[in-house]
């Protein structure tokens, strides 16, 4: 292998590239990034479709109309943009609540065996329920009960003798 051949090698390596010749440096551009779709994007695609095809509007004045709605701008729309936007968060809810239900029927019918239960063993032990009698009010102290580095506001002015 030549020197060129080696170095030709070298360069074809580091760029990661198997289509330059034997001949010349010749490496293919890499394919153009395709633009990312944000959730953001989808979400106003969606709703503009919606309104346009549950409310009749003009692409020209669905898309303006989400745009202004989203910005906090009003506009003639602003309410239908609302009312869809509520709707899809309502379709997107219900399966997520459906799927859940089961499972917090479930959980609330364990913590209602649980709280059963602990009123069995307190009925059992004879313990009294003491959440109904009202706290024990504290008793009124006087200002030289504590030392005076425990007020807020440094300590006692000292009495000067006449």
């Not at 292998?1 to 990661?16: E, K, P, V």
């Not at 506009?75 to 239900?101: K, N, T």
Request: hydrophobic share 40%; proline share 10%; charged share 25%.
């Amino acid at each position: 292998m030549s020197t060129a051949d080696h170095i030709l090698g070298q360069i074809d390596n580091a760029l990661h590239d198997t289509t330059v010749g034997p001949d010349a440096m010749r490496s293919t551009p890499r394919p153009a990034a395709r633009p990312q779709i944000t959730p953001f994007r989808q979400a106003r695609q969606l709703l503009i479709d919606r309104l346009i095809d549950n409310h009749g509007l003009a692409p020209a004045t669905a898309r303006p109309a989400v745009l202004a709605t989203e910005q906090g701008h009003a506009s003639r729309h602003a309410d239908l943009v609302r009312a869809e936007a509520r709707a899809v968060m309502r379709e997107a809810a219900e399966p997520i609540r459906a799927a859940l239900q089961p499972a917090l029927e479930a959980a609330v019918h364990a913590m209602r065996a649980f709280a059963e239960a602990c009123k069995r063993m307190t009925d059992d032990a004879g313990w009294t329920d003491t959440s109904s009698c009202p706290a024990p009010t504290a008793e009124p102290r006087s200002p030289h009960d504590r030392p005076a580095w425990q007020t807020p506001y440094g300590p006692a002015p000292r009495r000067r003798r006449a």
